[in-house]
């Protein structure tokens, strides 16, 4: 999970500041994060939320019991920053489910992940390919059945 840096920071207060509810929601603060493993990765995932065609990620839950992090929740709010650790929206979780690897079929959700391909099987094949080496990071050896924390989201402030 990654913390709050300054500019992270003063835009969660300015976010906080356009709502009646902002206690409510500072309770349901979870994570800043970017997506992917590089600034390039960060800035080309970002940029598919503003544009709205990705409303879906996902990640080991390997990696969330090895890091000792809690799991995400239905109505967390996640910053999600570019390549160069700025803040570009709030995010709310409107879905989490664990789904073995290899049951995610849902073309929805794969669809929703804008990135990887438009069928399931390419998907399929995108996600095995990153998650098999994160998967051996944390001890485990990779398995088609691997257990994801699948994640649906809608962009709440940007």
């Given at each position: 999970?990654?913390?709050l840096?300054?500019?992270?920071?003063?835009?969660?207060?300015?976010?906080?500041?356009?709502t009646?509810?902002?206690?409510?929601?500072?309770?349901?603060?979870?994570?800043?994060?970017?997506?992917?493993?590089?600034?390039?990765?960060?800035?080309?995932?970002?940029?598919l939320i503003?544009?709205?065609?990705?409303t879906?990620t996902?990640?080991?839950?390997?990696?969330?019991e090895?890091?000792g992090?809690?799991?995400?929740f239905?109505?967390?709010l996640?910053?999600?920053?570019?390549?160069?650790?700025?803040?570009?929206?709030?995010?709310?979780?409107v879905?989490?489910?664990?789904?073995p690897?290899?049951?995610i079929q849902?073309?929805?959700?794969?669809?929703?992940?804008?990135?990887?391909?438009?069928?399931?099987?390419?998907?399929?094949?995108r996600?095995?390919?990153?998650?098999?080496?994160?998967?051996?990071?944390?001890?485990?050896?990779?398995?088609?059945?691997?257990?994801?924390?699948?994640?649906?989201?809608?962009?709440?402030?940007?």
């Open positions: 999970m990654g913390a840096n300054e500019k992270s920071e003063a835009y969660w207060r300015a976010y906080l500041a356009t009646a509810d902002a206690e409510e929601r500072a309770n349901r603060f979870y994570q800043v994060y970017q997506i992917g493993d590089t600034a390039e990765d960060a800035d080309y995932g970002a940029q503003l544009e709205g065609a990705k879906t996902s990640g080991l839950l390997w990696e969330y090895k890091d992090d809690p799991m995400p239905v109505g967390a996640n910053i999600v920053e570019n390549g160069r650790n700025e803040p570009v929206c709030i995010v709310e979780l879905s989490v489910e664990e789904v690897l290899n049951a849902d073309l929805d959700f794969t669809i929703g992940y804008g990135e990887w391909g438009v069928t399931v099987e390419s998907w399929q094949e996600a095995w390919a990153y998650y098999a080496p994160h998967c051996r990071e944390v001890g485990f050896t990779p398995q088609r059945d691997m257990p994801m924390v699948c994640e649906t989201f809608k962009v709440i402030y940007r």
